[in-house]
């Protein structure tokens, strides 16, 4: 399978060129940007982009959607039916199996960062939008995040019960595989109980909390779990907003 990826510079928001072999059709996953580069991947493979496979709607995946379709000649972009309201000029693809132009994939329901995140399973490869990152996972208080409990579920029911091999794809920088965040991931580590929760008290927004997980993201900076208020509310947040208290 060829896979091409463009990084967008300043969102490092990635879109992929997706085909099962040169010569024939592909698809986009996701539409940030840039578009220049997929336009060269384009060619130099000789495929025939048919459609754009959109995991959500925020801005940084959809951005550059209008561009690729006059660059790249296609007219089909697909999303789940809530994140296709939200865009707007997108077909609503329902989670399940599907096929476009003779390319065989899987849509899963992946909810959490977004109510209707979709991740898509092309010949045994996931693309997971912003749901799970090598070393880290999606935010819940995005446009549209449907929760903690739906982003723990839809990484440890749905893309980690992958097979172990299973290469990953996510929707900002680096790709990563399945048992490799299994082993090494701070936050599953945690939901796994291979490691001990942080336990140190903080504030998140002047709000009080117990940290859970404070871990590198993916743009360098920090990516935290955290336990609001009495009620012990589970949230995954920047760390930027998090103050440790001494």
């Excluded at 982003?151 to 097979?163: C, D, F, G, N, Q």
Aim: hydrophobic share 40%; proline share 7%.
């Amino acid at each position: 399978m060829i896979v091409e990826r463009s990084l967008h510079p300043d969102w490092l928001s990635c879109t992929y060129l997706v085909a099962p072999a040169a010569d024939g059709p592909a698809l986009l996953i996701d539409a940030g940007g840039p578009v220049a580069p997929l336009v060269r991947a384009r060619e130099r493979h000789r495929l025939d982009v048919v459609a754009a496979l959109l995991t959500h709607h925020h801005h940084d995946h959809v951005a550059a959607l209008d561009d690729l379709r006059a660059a790249l000649g296609f007219e089909r972009a697909l999303a789940h039916p809530l994140e296709a309201a939200r865009i707007g000029g997108v077909e609503a693809l329902k989670p399940g199996r599907h096929e476009v132009a003779g390319i065989a994939f899987s849509a899963l329901h992946t909810p959490g960062h977004t109510d209707g995140m979709l991740a898509f399973v092309v010949d045994g490869a996931a693309f997971c939008g912003d749901t799970l990152f090598r070393g880290s996972v999606g935010g819940v208080r995005a446009p549209g995040a449907s929760g903690y409990d739906d982003l723990r579920r839809s990484i440890l029911e749905v893309l980690l019960a992958l097979p172990p091999d299973t290469r990953l794809y996510p929707g900002h920088t680096d790709p990563t595989t399945v048992a490799e965040e299994r082993e090494h991931n701070p936050f599953v580590r945690v939901w796994l109980g291979k490691d001990r929760p942080d336990g140190r008290r903080c504030r998140v927004a002047g709000e009080e909390a117990e940290l859970v997980v404070l871990a590198r993201d993916y743009d360098g900076g920090y990516k935290a779990w955290v336990r609001l208020g009495q009620e012990r509310r589970d949230e995954i947040v920047p760390g930027s907003i998090v103050e440790i208290e001494a």
